[in-house]
């Protein structure tokens, strides 16, 4: 079944403590994504990669880091976390111009 | 300025109703579009492509005017099930921009 996979779905953290969501799509897409969700905001993009070894900064790249060592995984990483990073997550991939598929999403709060 | 606009809502309708939403967008050098459905705490999921010849699917139309920067999705007959926020979607190369969304509710 073609599809994204995001984990953790749901994640409890501190204020400081390095966090990794994972991300991985079994479509062979070279576009991937990372956006948050908050009320009122919509979706915002948050770093996206148009290939292997190839990212770059979306509009709210403060405070997060991203790697694409492989074409299928894009993990989002979180070194310092705050509270104002508590949102919910979503990864994407597409082919380049083509419509966007979405994980299931991960709710992240910081205390 | 946002850059994909769309009207704010909500929509309140009742079943059987016709209903229209609209989004209008800045860059003129976009290249795609699309209509996204996301129901609440879920993730977006493709409703539609928007083309330029407009295009339809069942009770939903879309339809895209490049000289003013504009995209409409029309829903005849409305669903219980149709309830959800609808979202605007344009790309512009490398980005995709995602307007705020319009939460629909279809009432009994």
């Known amino acids: 079944e073609a599809q994204v996979t995001q984990n953790p779905r749901y994640l409890i953290t501190v204020t400081g403590k390095k966090l990794t969501v994972t991300c991985s799509q079994n479509m062979n897409h070279e576009y991937m994504s990372w956006y948050r969700q908050d009320p009122g905001l919509g979706l915002r993009q948050i770093y996206y990669s148009m290939n292997v070894e190839v990212t770059d900064k979306g509009d709210v790249p403060e405070g997060y880091k991203v790697s694409r060592k492989e074409k299928r995984n894009f993990p989002l990483i979180l070194e310092s976390p705050s509270p104002n990073q508590t949102s919910l997550y979503f990864c994407?991939?597409?082919?380049?111009?083509?419509?966007?598929?979405f994980g299931p999403g991960t709710r992240l709060t910081v205390t | 300025r946002k850059e994909v606009e769309q009207d704010p809502g909500p929509f309140n309708v009742p079943e059987g109703a016709t209903v229209a939403f609209n989004c209008t967008y800045s860059?003129?050098?976009?290249?795609?579009f699309f209509w996204y459905r996301q129901d609440c705490r879920k993730e977006p999921k493709l409703l539609m492509s928007?083309?330029?010849s407009g295009n339809e699917d069942g009770r939903f139309t879309a339809q895209l005017n490049r000289a003013s920067q504009y995209i409409s999705l029309l829903i005849r007959d409305s669903k219980l099930s149709d309830s959800a926020t609808y979202l605007c979607v344009v790309n512009e190369g490398n980005d995709m921009r995602f307007g705020a969304g319009t939460r629909l509710t279809v009432k009994p």
């Open positions: 860059n003129s050098a976009s290249q795609s």
């Open positions: 994407a991939s597409s082919f380049q111009g083509y419509e966007q598929y």
């Open positions: 928007v083309y330029s």
